[in-house]
């Protein structure tokens, strides 16, 4: 069961959600797909780490094969390549690495070099495993360390808590993509609610299957609440806004670890995402 | 010698374009034959590179100076390959920056910004 946590900003809660739930499940396995800053691992402390270098493919010309027909200058959409005064000039940072130009290149003049953009790392948390994705500093796109570590696991049917990036975009979509259910939490603010409607309209896009945490709850209106109930979204449970909760977090400290009451809350939200999932699963089938 | 300009539309009075990898149109002017035309600029509707598939069009249009207000890095780079040089415009008129050029007015355009690459965040 792979159950994605995402928000359409950052700072909402997502990482205190995954790291929770991923520990006070029996076993499970928590996937750190926020590459370009990931902290689940601040949390963890994961032990027996081992690390496995990320690389995407980058065209190489060899210049004095080509003749200048500019195939590949013409077919890349994202303009990674130009040719100048008979010589193709590519722009790294811009590639995409479909390897189009490779293909199409009639004299063969085009190979494909590695380039490293960062590393998955792999490690134990007592009864979490812990997946990271690390994207190097500067490095355009985490797209590719993200389906890597989703293809680490996914023949994988233990539980698995995937935290996204924060957003909606193209790395969002990556991570999402293989998920069963899609947790989405929530603000309780104006700003939350616009960012959570952003989210909602890309996991319905996705077709996937959603209900909401709403975080930092207080005792008074809850704009974020108003908005699940007025367009019939599943909200999941709350999570209190309190210094305690806020303390632990903050030195990187996993609150159901710590105190028998988060370890009740969370695991009642496990329960209720659990129970979201079969039933959906019933309904798809 | 050919001289480019990116401008706002594909007239004389056209004013010059802030932006150079995104600019609707492209001033050629030729000071020998004092002769003008408009590129449209295609690398408009990228989604990502402008700037590298504007540069490579002026490039092929053998223009020998860009006089520009400002040039991202991969464009720029594509114009150092291509040995074009760039000169930063004093003002958005068309005619006071051909005329500055001549006169040898124009200083080389010396920042180059590193672009709005990735859509500008997520």
Redesign the interface.
């Known amino acids: 069961m792979k159950i994605a946590v995402l928000s359409g900003k950052g700072g909402t809660g997502k990482t205190l959600v995954s790291v929770n739930l991923a520990s006070v499940a029996t076993t499970s396995i928590y996937v750190d797909c926020d590459v370009e800053e990931p902290n689940g691992h601040l949390f963890f402390k994961p032990q027996k780490l081992k690390k496995e270098a990320i690389s995407v493919k980058i065209p190489e010309v060899n210049q004095n094969q080509c003749n200048g027909c500019r195939a590949c200058?013409d077919f890349?959409?994202?303009?990674?390549?130009?040719?100048?005064?008979n010589?193709v000039?590519v722009?790294d940072?811009?590639c995409h690495s479909c390897g189009g130009c490779v293909l199409l290149c009639p004299n063969k003049a085009i190979t494909e070099k590695d380039q490293n953009i960062g590393l998955v790392q792999r490690g134990i948390s007592e009864n979490v495993q812990v997946l990271t994705g690390i994207l190097n500093t500067g490095e355009?796109?985490g797209v590719p360390i993200i389906r890597k570590l989703l293809q680490t696991i996914s023949g994988d049917n233990e539980l698995t808590l995937i935290d996204c990036?924060?957003?909606?975009?193209c790395?969002v979509m990556e991570s999402i993509k293989d998920a069963d259910y899609c947790i989405l939490v929530a603000e309780p603010t104006l700003f939350g609610v616009h960012n959570l409607n952003m989210v909602q309209n890309l996991v319905k896009l996705f077709y996937k299957p959603h209900g909401v945490i709403l975080n930092k709850c207080l005792d008074e209106a809850n704009p974020a609440e108003d908005f699940c109930l007025k367009n019939q979204i599943k909200i999941l449970g709350k999570i209190p806004f309190n210094t305690e909760l806020g303390a632990l977090n903050s030195n990187g400290l996993i609150a159901v670890r710590e105190k028998q009451k988060y370890h009740e809350i969370f695991s009642n939200l496990l329960a209720a995402v659990t129970r979201e999932v079969g039933s959906e699963t019933v309904i798809n089938t | 010698m050919k001289i480019a300009i990116p401008v706002e539309n594909n007239s004389m009075d056209a004013s010059v374009c802030f932006s150079f990898g995104r600019a609707p149109y492209f001033l050629i002017y030729d000071t020998e034959k004092n002769e003008n035309r408009f590129l449209d600029n295609s690398a408009i509707a990228s989604q990502g590179g402008a700037g590298i598939k504007a540069a490579q069009k002026i490039a092929d249009t053998g223009v020998e100076v860009l006089l520009t207000p400002r040039c991202g890095e991969n464009a720029a780079e594509v114009f150092k390959n291509a040995e074009i040089k760039l000169y930063k415009t004093i003002n958005s008129s068309v005619e006071d920056n051909l005329k500055a050029f001549i006169e040898g007015k124009l200083q080389l355009l010396g920042d180059i910004h590193p672009g709005f690459h990735q859509h500008g965040g997520n």
């Open positions: 200058v890349c959409k994202f303009n990674a390549l130009a040719y100048i005064k010589n000039i722009f940072e811009v355009p796109s990036p924060p957003g909606s975009a790395i």
